[in-house]
Structure formats: C-alpha cells, structure tokens
C-alpha cells in the first residue's frame, strides 16, 4: 500500500487541526496522524460517572463575540469554517492571596477596559493614570503586532521607529520592569498580574509585550468556552479537515521521519510509510529531533537549540463531580487565581518542587456554562504548576497517594480561602498529573507550556527569527512548540501561521 | 480607548536597545545550548510509560482449578504496570479468525504487582465465546497480551464513605478480593463488608482465602448469602436492602456492585429503596449485553443481517454483520482488531466514526462525550446496528 501526501501533519492537537484545515483548504494533500483515539491533545473532554470534565481549557482569549471577532474566532469561524457554540465567561478573576500582611487580597475583576480600571481603582485609589498608560502602551502594542504579522516577517525598521516608538520601547523588557516605569502602584501590580500563571513565568521573566497583549486581549475580547467542552473544538475542526479533503489517522503514531539526502521524503508510521516532503509537527521537537531522527541527520546547532530552550510548566489538575449546585456551594465566581503573594518570583520558584499550598487556576465551570453538569450538580477543576519535572522522581509505588495528597491540599486551601465547603459533594474525582499529560500528549515530562516563553524564548524574537530557526528543510512546528507560544488561543494561530509557511515552501519546491 | 492622552514621555529611561537586543539574546543561547542528541522521553514520560503501558506481555506462571468451571491464572511480568485495587487488564485474544479482547478484574493485591504478578480468576460462561477458550486454551508457559490496567471501580478516600459495602455476584468477587487484599497489605485503608451471593456453597470462588483476610484483619467482614440452597453459616436468599442497612450500622457507607447483569437488575431495585445518595453507588461496568432483544428501548429485530462497510486508513470493505450482536463484535468476527477494553461504553477507546446507517445504543451504555454524539461517532462496543452501517475505525492490525 502506497500512501503519498502534500503534507503530513504529525499530532491533531490544536495547532495540528488547524494547519491540517488551513493545508487542506489551500488544496493540499493533507494526512494528520495522532497517536491517541481521538483529535484534540490537551483539548479535549473526558465522562466519569454523569460528568463530563473539560481536561484543560480555562478560557480562550481572542475571541470576541460574534459581532466584534478576535482573531482566534475570525480564524475557527470564518477562515476555516467550525460551527461553535461559544459561551461568555461572565468575570475576569477572583484574585486572593493568602499571605497574612499587606499584601493580602480578595478582589474581583470584570472584563472591558472601563469596568476593569474603575474596579482598580476602586481597590486602588489614585491607580487611574497608571492603568491608562498602560492600556495605552497596550493599544501600541496591539498595533505594532498586528503591523509585525501582516509584513510576513519584513517588518520595516524605519516604520517600527516612527509609529510604533512606544511598542520599541517598552517590547523588550519585563513586565516588573515597565509597570515600574509607568508608576503603577504596588498593589494595582498584584491585581494586575493574576493572569501571569497563564504563562508559568514570573513578572521579572516575563516578556511585557506578550503579557499586554494577552491582558488586552482578555479585557477588551472577554473570554469564552465552548459549550460542550474543547473536546467540541477539536471535533468541529477535526470534520472540516475532513470535509476539506484531509486524511486523518488515529490510534497510529508516527514513528520516524524518513530523510533522504537531507531533505524530508516521508514519515514511518505504525500503519506503513507515507511519502510527504513536508511535516507539520504538534509535537515537541525533542520527540522530532531527539526520537523520530537519526542523530546523522539532526545538525548539531539543531540538537543545540533544542537542548537549550527551557521546558514550560507542567500542569496538575484536579476534576470534581459535585452532587451540589454552584449556589448552594456559595461559589459565586467562575475563575479564581489563588496564590500566597504576587511576588512573582517567589511564587514561580515555589513551582519547582512540591510545597504544602501550590498556587492554584481554580474553576468552577457551570458559572459560565450553568448546563454542564445534571440538575442539582456542578463541576470544578483546580490546577497547578510544576516549574520542574518533580513528578518524573515520584515513585510508581508513592504515586497515587502523592496525587491524592497533592489534589486534597489544593481542595481545602480553597475551602479555606474562599470559606465554602467542597469536600463533602465529591461524586467523582479524577486527577491528572504531568504523567497524566505525558501519557496522552507524549510532550516531554508531561509539559503543558511546551518550551517557557521566559527571558531570551519570548514571542517577539521568535517572530523575529521564523527563518533562522528552520534548520532542517521540510519539517516545521505547530501547536505550542510554534513561534506563537503556547495556550489555547496561540496554538491556533501558530497552526495557521506554519500552515502559510509551508504553503510558502511547497511553493520555493516547485519553483 | 484613543481618548488616552499618553505620551512617550514616562518610557523616557526604557530605551529601544533592550528591543534591539532580543534577537541577539536569543541567538547566542541558542547557540550555548549543549549538543547532545535531545529526547522527548523525560522522567514523567518513563512514569506514565510505568503506569499506563500500552500493551504487557504476560507469562502464565501457574493455573489455578477452582472446581470444573473456574480458573486463576497467575500472570508474571519483569515490572507490571501498578493497578488500583478493583481495576481490570483487557486482554487481547485470536481466536479462530476472530480478534478480541475481554476485560478481567486482577484478583490479587496490588503489592503482588510490584513482586511481578498478577492473576485474574475468569469463570466459564454459558456462552461464553472467550472465557471457554481461555479455560480450555490458556496453560502455564503461555504468553498472553494485556492492556495496563484500566478502569474507575476503586475505592477513593477523597470521594467514598470509610466504610465500603460490597455487593459481589459470582465471579464479581474478583474486584472485591483485590480491594481485601490491599487492606490487608496495608495499601489500602477502608472498612470492607462484603454481601457475596453464590448460587450453592459449591460456587463460592475463594472461601478460604477471603476467610483467611478476614481473620488477618478486622477491617474486612464477609458475608456468604445462597440463593438456590440453605446452609448452615450461610445467609440464604439474596442481597436485599434489609441485609445492606443491617451491615451499614447506622454509619455512612458506599455501596460498591460487581456480578452479573441480573443481580444488578435485581439490587439496583433495592438500593433504591435506600434513599443513599448517588456518590454512595457505584457500579463496575455493565457489560453490553451480547444480544440486544430485550433491552429497553430497542425497536430492531435478532434474525436480520446486514453489510458493515469498513474504512481503514483509505481503505475500504465490507464485512457481514447480525442484528443481534453489537457493531465491534462483528468487526472482531472480521478479522479487524479495533482497540476496546471495558466493552461496556465507559472507556471510549473504541470510539468510531458512524459514516452512514443507524445504531441503538442502550442509554444506559451510552458514555459518548457530548462532541462525540453530535458529532455522529459511536462506541461500537454498546452499539447495535438497526441496518446497513458503514463506520471509520482505526484498528490495531487489520
């Protein structure tokens, strides 16, 4: 049996999808391969008991309602044509830090620029002029972004200079290090700063120009979920591949990328060798470099890149099936970021080992999507952070009474933070752990964030670098190993945009 | 957002070198990096590599007889995935030209599995296509291919009561030994009463051993009920709620089922009479019936046959399939070895694209994702077809 593609597609992870729909629609012949029964990689869904659990997505930034599109719907809807039922996120965050001292908070921010100032405000007087600036910073950022996407890489220095100064200005440094220079108060900084675990990387790390963006995004946009978990994004995008001619495999993992004389001819697969000059990876180039290459074939500043970018955080996630309303659980809010301090710093060198109250990404889901669960019951789900692959030394034998320690700790921190009681209404549990996540994504030490977007690895010079990173002609990255970075809403757009990338390769092939 | 009146003026002190500087930055680490040939296989990933196999090769280290009609097979494997007490290996089997699986309970303690071992107890079924096989095939010596172990039939402090009331069904005490054992051994630390309903005292599966637990420990109570004999030291009868709330003692419990679909028919209705809470019940799987005539809901007939169209990776044929079989059963019949594991519809790991054709799907079976159903893809294992059906698997080997 003689397979032949344009393009194989490895991973139907998010970024997978959508390159595999954006080839597909550009007339490519398309072949997406997953190792898993069922597209999606982290965005997916899982039933225990009447529940059904949403395995990661918190909210998606970047989409927008249906008559003020961001670009993340712009891209499912319109450009490659999914049907989603998108649900509103009804509030930014709850921010709490448990810390005793000045630094402890208990705040709640709304999304829309007005509304989320006013609030600050509220909370911190005389935060106003600080909060515009940086909004307006945001604003230069924004434009400056959408100015760098739309010159495909050429972006003209002499433009930048005179209409982008502030975004050359303020781009390349920290978000610590701007919000100073802005004069932001101390404390409008902390409430600022909740969403910076959406990252994994601390305020003196992490890269502002990103941070705005996605704060921006949030706030102007909202954010939204699908309504039948992101396992329904997956699927929606997985039959217009489909529907657009495209080939998908499950259950069948791609084993070896086949070489010949340097260049990409084909991908080995479980099911037989398919010939394809070009490979669109959701997957880690550890895997691609390290495990499907012959170490011949991997020039050594390829191995060098690979070797010294930093593994993101790994995520841990506990999944409850409560028998008791949100209402009757007093638990009034849809997401809660709860955190010992906004030091940054402190709290992200907490993440690399275990320690007795891990931050948390806590969700109850049915405050956006009230339908989600049976009458009379909801569902939450906390997440933490690993900086570190500490759960690759747990011991097979300590396993599970770790994870169930780790995941009772999360609970009654939260019980005690937020003062309600969630222990008793547990009618289904399940916990994921980095080993959880390395089982199905086969990302390397379970990593959600891919490669940590901190210092050097930021978005901007990323971007910046699109073709100096291509070392080995034919394979490119989608999914978060992508320029875009990492979650849900980039990963999208990273699969478009390496999608157009190697629609600009096929076409340098022929020429 | 325009009407904000800001100036350059407050970056005054950040300049654009930082900017400049990025890609410099990023370069020389880059380069720095170190120029061993990386891999994706970390510490996590040899964890999860541990846990969650996707196949073991297991060697048949000794047979057990119990009886005519009852086997145990001791499986041994260099490092056995662990398993929670409760939880089951589906195996994979070729029998004629026929390829399937069956998912069996591991009876042993899950300390055996870090020794090497497990073991599985199988009964003969009256028309039972795999476990006559087993019973008549498997010997010492042999290696058999099994999935890690999979399933949610577990006992979970953050979830059950401390006092867990089994409710065991013939060859269902294999689940409940394995959770005994682990008390036992320490692994586990939970009140167990087990209700163990046996026909006559000559099908009570592991008397001596479950007696044996129950004097090492006191945290495990075992009660023999017979149905179709009276005895003495035995209740007779069958496990009904009075017999439940008499061993609950007034404490909180859960309620833990294993047997077969009639004594579920039969304490599903007694536990309703209960009042507990739902969290309080939990069932192993329901194993979809082989036949659909009878099940609630089901407008088909048993005698049509009809054509299964089959997609594989581009290619396509068509294979025979009865109305009165489930949809996998007719693609293991064929040759076409679709990955399955509990073949009750929880575990979706036969999830299958319905290209064309209708299917009844008990609602009780009925486990799909929400996506997956709008989406038109079925579990093949709890599906029954209604007519012609072409479906989009991605099979093992075919």
């Known amino acids: 049996m003689e397979h032949a593609y344009d393009a194989v597609v490895i991973g139907a992870g998010n970024g997978g999808l959508s390159a595999a729909a954006s080839l597909a629609k550009a007339g490519k012949s398309v072949l997406l391969v997953e190792q898993h029964n069922l597209p999606g990689g982290f965005a997916s869904s899982f039933v225990r008991g009447r529940f059904e659990f949403e395995p990661s997505l918190h909210e998606l930034c970047d989409v927008g309602p249906a008559n003020d599109p961001g670009e993340v719907r712009r891209l499912l809807e319109q450009t490659l044509g999914a049907a989603i039922d998108w649900l509103p996120v009804p509030e930014a965050y709850r921010l709490i830090t448990t810390a005793e001292g000045a630094d402890n908070l208990d705040v709640v921010m709304p999304f829309g620029v007005t509304a989320f100032v006013e609030k600050m405000e509220s909370y911190v007087p005389g935060s106003r002029k600080s909060m515009e600036r940086f909004l307006s910073l945001c604003e230069s950022i924004m434009a400056a972004l959408a100015y760098i996407g739309a010159s495909g890489g050429k972006a003209d220095p002499k433009v930048l200079m005179k209409e982008h100064a502030n975004f050359l200005k303020c781009g390349g440094y920290s978000v610590s290090r701007v919000l100073k220079a802005i004069r932001m108060p101390k404390k409008a900084q902390r409430i600022l700063l909740a969403y910076w675990c959406y990252t994994g990387v601390s305020a003196d790390e992490l890269n502002f120009a990103l941070f705005a963006a996605m704060v921006y995004k949030y706030l102007t946009k909202g954010a939204w979920i699908p309504r039948m978990r992101s396992h329904e994004l997956s699927t929606a995008l997985e039959s217009r591949v489909r529907a657009l001619g495209g080939e998908i495999w499950y259950n069948t993992r791609a084993e070896r990328i086949l070489m010949e004389n340097g260049r990409v001819a084909g991908v080995r697969t479980a099911r037989g060798d398919v010939k394809t000059a070009h490979v669109v990876a959701c997957c880690s180039p550890n895997a691609v470099f390290g495990d499907m290459l012959d170490a011949a074939d991997v020039p050594e500043a390829q191995r060098k890149m690979i070797n010294a970018r930093r593994i993101g955080a790994r995520g841990f996630v506990v999944y409850l099936g409560l028998n008791k309303t949100a209402d009757e659980l007093g638990l009034r809010d849809y997401s809660y970021f709860i955190y010992e301090t906004m030091d940054t710093v402190k709290e992200a060198a907490r993440a690399d080992g275990f320690n007795g109250h891990p931050m948390q990404a806590t969700v109850c889901l049915n405050r956006a999507n009230p339908d989600c669960s049976p009458k009379g019951t909801c569902i939450m789900s906390f997440t933490t952070l690993y900086n570190k692959d500490v759960w690759g030394g747990v011991s097979p034998e300590a396993y599970v009474s770790k994870k169930r320690e780790v995941a009772e700790r999360m609970i009654r921190d939260f019980e005690r933070q937020v003062d309600v009681s969630i222990l008793p209404y547990i009618e289904e549990i399940e916990i994921a752990t980095p080993a959880t996540m390395a089982r199905y994504t086969l990302n390397p030490e379970g990593a959600m964030y891919a490669y940590s977007c901190g210092g050097w690895d930021t978005m901007l010079p990323r971007l910046m670098m699109l073709k100096e990173d291509q070392i080995v002609p034919g394979i490119r990255f989608a999914g978060g190993y992508g320029p875009r970075i990492y979650g849900y809403s980039s990963t999208y757009l990273n699969g478009e945009l390496t999608a157009k990338l190697t629609l600009a390769d096929m076409k340098e092939a022929a020429r | ?398």
């Not at chain 2, 076409?336 to 299917?359: D, F, N, Y």
């Open chain 2, 1 to 398: 957002m325009n009407d904000f009146n800001f100036h350059v003026k407050p970056l005054g002190f950040l300049d654009m070198l930082y900017f400049k500087k990025m890609v410099p930055a990023r370069q020389k680490a880059l380069s720095a990096g170190a120029p061993d040939q990386p891999t994706a296989v970390c510490g996590a990933n040899r964890l999860a590599a541990r846990l969650h196999p996707a196949s073991q090769q297991l060697t048949i280290s000794e047979v057990v007889e119990h009886g005519a009609d009852a086997k145990t097979f001791v499986l041994t494997i260099e490092h056995p995935a662990p398993f929670r007490a409760g939880q089951y290996l589906s195996f994979r089997l070729q029998i004629g030209s026929s390829v399937l699986t069956r998912p069996y309970s591991v009876s042993s303690s899950p300390k055996l599995a870090f020794e090497g071992k497990y073991a599985v107890t199988i009964k003969r079924q009256m028309d039972g296509f795999a476990s006559q096989w087993i019973l008549d095939n498997w010997k010492a010596g042999d290696v058999v291919t099994a999935s890690g172990p999979e399933g949610t039939f577990y006992y979970e402090p953050l979830r059950d009561a401390k006092h867990v009331i089994g409710l065991a069904g013939g060859c269902g005490i294999t689940p409940f030994l394995s959770m005994a054992y682990a008390i036992r051994d320490g692994l586990e630390d939970f009140r167990l009463t087990l209700l163990y309903g046996s026909r006559k005292e000559c099908d009570i599966l592991y008397y001596s051993e479950l007696a044996e637990i129950a004097k090492a420990t006191d945290k495990v109570r075992i009660v023999h009920i017979l149905s179709d004999e009276r005895k003495e030291g035995y209740e007779s009868g069958f496990i009904t709620a009075e017999r439940i709330r008499e061993a609950g003692g007034g404490e909180p419990y859960s309620v833990f089922l294993c047997g077969p679909a009639a004594m579920y028919a039969f304490v599903d209705k007694e536990l309703e009479k209960l009042k507990l809470e739902k969290k309080y019940i939990r069932h192993e799987l329901y194993p979809a019936p082989a036949s659909p005539a009878g099940l609630a809901g089901y407008p088909g007939g048993t005698k049509e046959r009809y054509a299964l169209t089959v997609r594989c990776f581009g290619e396509t044929r068509t294979v025979p399939m009865r109305a009165d079989e489930t949809v996998l059963v007719a693609l293991e019949r064929a040759g076409i070895a679709v990955p399955s594991r509990c073949r009750g519809g929880e575990c979706g790991c036969c999830r299958a694209r319905l290209v064309s054709g209708e299917v009844f799907l008990p609602q009780l079976l009925d486990h799909r994702r929400m996506a997956d159903a709008a989406a038109g893809y079925i579990h093949p294992c709890c599906s029954y077809p209604l007519g012609d059906l072409a479906v989009e698997v991605w099979p093992e080997q075919s």
